[in-house]
């Protein structure tokens, strides 16, 4: 038996994430309690995916802020990351983000799993 993998993805439209602003999105699922949170960036123009939960205590990221110079801060406590690469910055967190790839394809930005 072959086993076909698939991966996910999510498709938005441009103007849903207004410039330097994040949106948290879910990848879809079999289950709810299964969907993938992932926190969409708008940079300056350019789009971004990374996960949207802090990796320090599990808290959502949407509601942190983000930086002139392409950071994320953890509005719980302070966790600093890197939207490009994932990568704390600053702590209390220790591990690194994963990121998604990003295309962007007319009027749509479209994050794969």
Not at 46 to 62: D, T, V
Not at 69 to 93: E, Y
Request: glycine share 8%; with cysteine; hydrophobic share 40%.
């Amino acid at each position: 038996m072959i086993k076909m993998l698939t991966q996910q993805k999510i498709v938005i439209k441009k103007d849903e994430i207004p410039p330097m602003s994040m949106v948290e999105y879910y990848f879809p699922a079999q289950k709810p309690w299964e969907r993938k949170p992932v926190l969409v960036i708008n940079y300056k123009g350019s789009f971004f995916a990374i996960e949207a939960f802090c990796s320090h205590a599990g808290l959502s990221l949407e509601d942190g802020f983000l930086t002139d110079d392409g950071k994320v801060v953890c509005p719980w406590h302070g966790s600093v990351f890197d939207i490009k690469t994932g990568k704390v910055v600053d702590g209390p967190a220790k591990r690194d983000l994963k990121t998604c790839h990003v295309e962007v394809k007319g009027d749509e930005v479209i994050i794969y799993e």
